[in-house]
Antibody, heavy 122, light 110 residues
């Protein structure tokens, strides 16, 4: 059974960098075949795709966030990570990691992690 | 503001059929498959429909998807109390080169 688990600080100060890690179990990121994805959900419940990564390191980012985000993979730990710089209160959300589709245009996201709430506040 | 437009709420009594609409553009729903996610309270979204009208293994056939032009629809037939949840549509957008989501529809079973 494939499981994903997000980890990272729940509180980040404005202008600082948000860093989250997703640990995958039950599947190997480097086995290929899937994109690994970050999605966030705002307090008002809207969902936003952040970006994804393939085991080769190929990444695709939301164009509205592209200048601030970086997604990387650590295959030795079977983890992938998100960095979001210069955060503001508008970045407050529940952040989910999920296994994506076999191509970047596939939106077959699942399974998902349980999600982690990140609040941006001083 | 979401790229795909859904009604904020929908409701029905047990056994009824409920339909949720999702309006988009040629660059998303008009050109690509629609997806639907169900989010039960306090949980992560779960894939309900992919490729516009395909159900993943384990999803009851009470759930069905369709598309016409730049709009997609999710139908829930034989509504049950456990169907009370938020439902989100999604599609790849060729103009943005990324996925877009609807704002979500809260389904209430009366």
């Amino acid at each position: 059974q494939v499981q994903l688990q997000e980890s990272g600080p729940g509180l980040v100060k404005p202008s600082e960098t948000l860093s989250l890690t997703c640990t995958v179990s039950g599947d190997s990121i480097d086995s290929g075949g899937y994109f690994w994805t970050w999605i966030r959900q705002y307090p008002g419940k809207g969902l936003e795709w952040i970006g994804n990564i393939y085991y080769t390191g190929t990444t695709y980012y939301n164009t509205s966030l592209k200048s601030r985000i970086s997604i990387s993979v650590d295959m030795s730990k079977n983890q992938f990570s998100l960095r979001l710089t210069s955060v503001t209160a508008a970045d407050t959300a529940v952040y989910y990691c999920a296994r994506g589709g076999v191509v970047t245009t596939s939106l077959k996201f699942g399974p998902w992690g349980q999600g982690t709430l990140v609040t941006v506040s001083s | 503001q979401s790229m795909l437009t859904q009604p904020p709420s929908a409701s029905g009594t047990p056994g009824q059929r409920v339909t949720i609409s999702c309006s988009g553009r040629y660059s998303n729903i008009g050109s690509n498959s629609a997806y639907w996610y169900q989010q039960l309270p306090g949980t992560a979204p779960k894939l309900l429909i992919h490729s516009t009208n395909e159900r993943p293994s384990g999803v009851p056939d009470r759930f069905s998807g369709s598309k016409s032009g730049t709009s997609a629809s999710l139908a829930i037939s034989g509504l049950r109390s456990e169907d009370e949840a938020d439902y989100y549509c999604a599609a790849w957008d060729d103009s943005l080169s990324g996925p877009v989501f609807g704002g979500g529809t809260k389904v209430t079973v009366l």
